[in-house]
């Protein structure tokens, strides 16, 4: 096993002409949190994209510890044990809350297809158990039985929290969680997310709020224009004068 | 509607407690609204197995399907062949015409489910109009064509000439070892099977499985991510589906042994796509009320003709009363697909969750007004949750 847990090398992808992601090498260690900032079109979220089998890249390969994913489908690359929360939640809106954070668990426990339909979902009390607890990290346990679409959107966000969560992923990507949330549900969810960081989950973060940049990860990736101009500890990427140039404009954070 | 809760096995215990008193008392509850009569009955359990297949697959994981009268007709064929060539036992019919409807949806959903939405819709629809067309022209030789599947006395019929049964001069009629399947004992055959697919689709209905199914219709992109492989899933919906069709093809066979093509043509997948709408998609009675309510407007509209029309408006002047029996012609007797037309417009536009959204409106506008009075409202409130307390 290598010590890394996400290691891309050399990924290219291109929209006809236009290239999203040049020579993309990026390597994460087991248990860190990894940040990747950028500004507007950089080409953060195509790169999560690629990792998580939505797009094939053009070139390049994407391994997650010893296991090649690059030209696996979605299923089987979340099977491996990577998890995703996109930029608008991807939920089940017609279903409960405690439904939602189910069905993953059913997909951790029974693998990508298990007939069994003779089964009540009243008996499988472990996953219930495992769902409400979930509920309670992320402080929805009062709505469990609410449908989820009619939910908040900083809600929605923290369901599918939960709902990756409960899969314990090796690798969880997360595409700007705290977008569009009050400053006093944004502290919540740093809160949530530095817990989880206790537990050893490694984790890749696009995001734009420089405050939860900095509280956040060990390490941070810099893209312009689809590609890695600079990477480091947060303090060296602070003090990186072409970063302050690319994404910064100078702007002292 | 219910699908929020989880229910306990317990409650869905009296659930089919309380619909097997329902059906079975059928005909006698129907007799006032003249729909107790065996033929009616049986048709109102067959469509009923067909509309609840149906929503396994489009109630639960949203594929709308357009082609299962292809299965129905499967389904017919091979019990009407089952009759001539095995046995007028209605045993291995049911389960010939179930088993190879469910081969059928086998080969057509792996090839439609490559697709979703609307590619899906045509797709199925495609297959069965084919399949119609097939069953005229081609395949005669097993469809027997325009004039349809029937029994003759020269069936070879193995099983039963080996058991010593030879058929009198009559021809002989489809039976559960003696019991007939036609009349009021056909309507108990039809009524029993119809609760067991019941049983069966609840249980899909309360498992993980139907949990997986609901949130691929919910959000099929988020399943992906999920780690789940949808096509199986759908597949097995599809087939399930498929065969609750064949299931409900051979009953038609069981209660009157002929099969013509018509049965799979595209007016008649239009019919359960109707009957499910109607009722409620997704919803557990919802199917079987809408087989109920489209079978018994059927049933009656469709009796009407000019002289009953003209008898029940004889009230007016002469001169008035034929123009109007004119107009009501248009929507009575051959004409009753436009009534159905327009109230089924009516429904999709204000009450697109169909009779059953129609009833819990109700039951919220009752419990509302409840509310309203709040002396009255809160002691009931207050007993029914010490009522509730003590039974856990």
Avoid at chain 2, 115 to 143: D, E
Avoid at chain 2, 207 to 216: D, H, Q, V, Y
């Amino acid at each position: 096993m290598s010590e890394y847990i996400l290691d891309v090398t050399d990924v290219d992808k291109n929209f006809g002409g236009l290239r999203a992601l040049s020579d993309i090498n990026l390597r994460v260690k087991e248990g860190t949190v990894h940040a990747i900032i950028g500004p507007n079109g950089a080409g953060k979220s195509t790169l999560l994209n690629v990792i998580v089998g939505r797009l094939a890249p053009n070139r390049g390969r994407v391994l997650l510890g010893d296991q090649v994913l690059t030209g696996k489908q979605p299923h089987e690359i979340n099977q491996l044990g990577v998890a995703r929360v996109f930029q608008t939640p991807e939920i089940f809106p017609e279903l409960s809350l405690l439904q939602n954070v189910m069905v993953p668990a059913f997909a951790k426990r029974d693998g990508e297809f298990k007939l069994g339909f003779l089964k009540s979902l009243f008996a499988e009390n472990e996953i219930r158990e495992h769902a409400e607890h979930l509920l309670e990290d992320v402080g929805l346990i009062s709505q469990k039985d609410n449908v989820a679409g009619s939910m908040s959107r900083g809600d929605k966000r923290r369901l599918e929290l939960a709902m990756c969560l409960g899969q314990h992923p090796k690798l969880f990507l997360l595409d700007e969680p705290t977008a569009g949330m009050s400053r006093h549900d944004t502290n919540r969810t740093i809160d949530l997310l530095k817990r989880i960081k206790e537990r050893g989950m490694t984790k890749v973060i696009i995001e734009h709020d420089m405050h939860v940049v900095f509280s956040l990860a060990d390490r941070i990736s810099v893209l312009a224009q689809g590609a890695i101009i600079c990477e480091g500890t947060p303090e060296e990427v602070r003090n990186d004068p072409r970063v302050k140039e690319a994404y910064l404009g100078g702007e002292a954070v | 509607m219910t699908n929020t809760k989880i229910v306990s096995p317990k409650q869905d215990l009296l659930y089919m407690a309380i619909l097997s008193v329902v059906v079975l008392t059928m005909p006698i509850w129907l007799q006032p609204f003249g729909a107790a009569y065996p033929d009616l009955m049986q048709k109102f359990m067959i469509f009923g197995i067909f509309a609840i297949g149906y929503n396994i697959l489009f109630g639960l994981t949203g594929y709308l399907s357009f082609g299962h009268a292809a299965f129905l007709g499967v389904g017919s064929y091979t019990a009407v062949w089952s009759f001539k060539l095995l046995s007028m036992n209605v045993i291995p019919a049911l389960i010939f015409g179930t088993i190879l409807s469910g081969l059928f949806a086998l080969a057509i959903g792996f090839v439609s489910l490559r697709r979703s939405g609307i590619y899906f819709s045509i797709l199925t629809l495609a297959f069965a109009q084919m399949s119609y067309n097939l069953a005229y022209s081609v395949l005669t030789p097993i469809t027997n064509g325009e004039t349809g599947l029937q029994l003759t006395q020269g069936d070879a019929r193995v099983l039963d000439r080996m058991a010593g049964i030879e058929a009198d001069a009559s021809l002989p009629t489809p039976n559960l070892f003696g019991i007939e399947g036609i009349g009021y004992s056909g309507f108990y055959i039809c009524a029993a099977l119809m609760l067991i697919s019941f049983f069966i689709y609840l249980r899909i209905f309360r498992s993980p499985f139907g949990l997986k199914l609901r949130a691929i219709k919910s959000n099929q992109n988020r399943m992906g991510y999920t780690g789940y492989n949808t096509r199986p899933y759908l597949m097995t919906a599809f087939v399930i589906s498929g065969m609750y069709a064949g299931l409900a093809g051979s009953l038609l066979a069981v209660t009157d042994p002929l099969a013509g093509a018509e049965r799979m043509q595209w007016t008649a997948s239009g019919e359960v796509v109707l009957i499910t709408i109607l009722g409620g998609v997704g919803t557990l009675i919802g199917p079987l009320l809408g087989a109920g309510i489209i079978k018994y407007f059927e049933n009656i509209f469709s009796a009407f003709n000019e002289t009953v029309l003209l008898n029940a408006f004889s009230f007016l002047p002469d001169w008035l009363a034929h123009p109007v029996a004119a107009v009501v012609g248009l929507f009575v007797g051959e004409g009753w697909h436009l009534t159905l037309g327009l109230v089924f417009m009516l429904i999709v536009i204000f009450l697109p969750g169909g009779i059953m959204e129609g009833i819990s409106r109700l039951a919220r506008l009752i419990t509302n007004r409840n509310k309203a009075e709040p002396k009255s409202g809160a002691h009931e409130n207050k007993e029914k949750e010490q009522a509730s307390a003590g039974e856990v």
